[in-house]
């Protein structure tokens, strides 16, 4: 895959990031809490060396129901310690002792009737507490920590499009005519195509014209999913971008026009020739999804470090939902993940192992 654009220049420090799966930890923020009352179970879940999609089997063959009756509002790293919101959908049952489920790699925090369904984004965002060990230097990660603290390229991280882009092949495919019937594998692949081309375009932005901006530019709101198109850009707009109360945008592609006008239109349509990308959005609108935007920055809210040692520094921030910790990391370092490393180690030797045997 292309290198994306770096904001701040490609980073000269080097760092590990996930030695340990403490190393990682996430906790997700629910924007509303339990009603109390209701056929649904929230679950609040404390998860260590699990994904998300195993703790999901694993309360559906607890609590017995089926699969479908078990959600989440967003997927979560294997090797992490995180903290998570499930739902499970039990009408007119007893409530099931949830403790009885504790275990070394997951425990139940806590617990609560709801009369709405859990769905996936259904949170304000996600706190992260990550520790960097053999930081090759510290002064200059603190320095470069501060020019992140202003913000950071929106980029959707690489665990989107799976190990060495799989998903973003197998999206490509499906456009060709690969039939795929699971549900949950063509939401991934879809999404996957339409990161991809955020990806591209908020690049391209950046390294032809920073944070500059461009007349028809599509503004969003800050905080919100709303956007409108600045026409024209007067002293009253360029205070409002400045005081971060609006946000320049990339689009997320689908049906319809870009709501993007005039020179910020015809900057991401060249985009769109250059990367040759016109199949992936034909597909995309194909599949029925519509034109939306995304922020083209993105401002790590609460960020503060500890340096523990000469080499080991521990962050802390906090991301809106849908945002992505290793795009706000790749701004500060070029980092190795150590469980990623081993994953790949481990492969290249069973692979050796079965050549060995045929």
């Known amino acids: 895959m292309i290198e994306l654009t770096y904001l701040y220049g490609k980073p000269g ?36 060396g699990l994904n998300t999609v195993q703790v999901a089997k694993t309360l559906a063959e607890f609590a017995r129901v089926h699969p479908k009756e078990v959600t989440y509002a967003g997927q979560k ?33 806590s617990s609560a009737r709801h009369a709405k369904k859990l769905r996936i984004g259904a949170l304000a965002g996600n706190r992260f507490k990550l520790t960097l060990r053999n930081v090759s230097d510290m002064a200059g990660m603190q320095a470069r920590i501060e020019q992140v603290k202003q913000g950071v390229p929106n980029y959707f991280g690489e665990q989107r499009f799976g190990h060495d882009g799989r998903n973003l092949d197998q999206g490509r495919k499906m456009f060709a005519g690969r039939k795929v019937k699971d549900r949950n594998k063509r939401s991934m692949y879809l999404s996957a195509v339409r990161s991809n081309l955020f990806n591209l375009i908020a690049s391209e932005r950046l390294a032809q014209k920073g944070t500059d901006v461009l007349t028809g530019d ?31 945008s990339a689009p997320l592609w689908g049906r319809g026009a870009l709501p993007s006008q005039a020179e910020a239109a015809e900057f991401e349509q060249a985009v769109i020739s250059k990367y040759e990308l016109a199949a992936d959005c034909d597909g995309l609108e194909k599949a029925g999804l519509e034109q939306e935007r995304r922020n083209l920055l993105l401002c790590p809210e609460m960020m503060k470090y500890t340096v523990l040692d000469d080499t080991t520094i521990q962050l802390e921030f ?22 990623e490393r081993l994953f790949q180690e481990y492969l290249a030797a069973k692979q050796a192992e079965q050549a060995g045997q045929e």
């Open 318 to 339: 906090m991301l809106p939902s849908g945002c992505f910790a290793t795009s706000v990391l790749r701004e500060l370092c070029e980092y190795e993940d150590v469980q």
């Open 77 to 109: 790293d294997k090797n992490a310690v995180t903290e998570q919101w499930f739902g499970v959908r039990i009408p007119g049952k007893e409530t099931p002792d949830w403790q009885a489920m504790n275990s070394e790699s997951l425990t139940v925090l």
């Open 13 to 48: 420090i080097t760092a590990d990031l996930r030695t340990h799966n403490a190393d990682f930890q996430v906790q997700e923020i629910l924007p509303f809490l339990p009603s109390g009352e209701g056929e649904h179970h929230l679950l609040h879940i404390r998860k260590d």
């Open 218 to 248: 599509c503004v969003m709101l800050a905080g919100t999913r709303s956007f409108f198109v600045a026409e024209q850009w007067d002293e009253t707009l360029t205070r409002r971008l400045a005081e971060r109360d609006i946000l320049l």
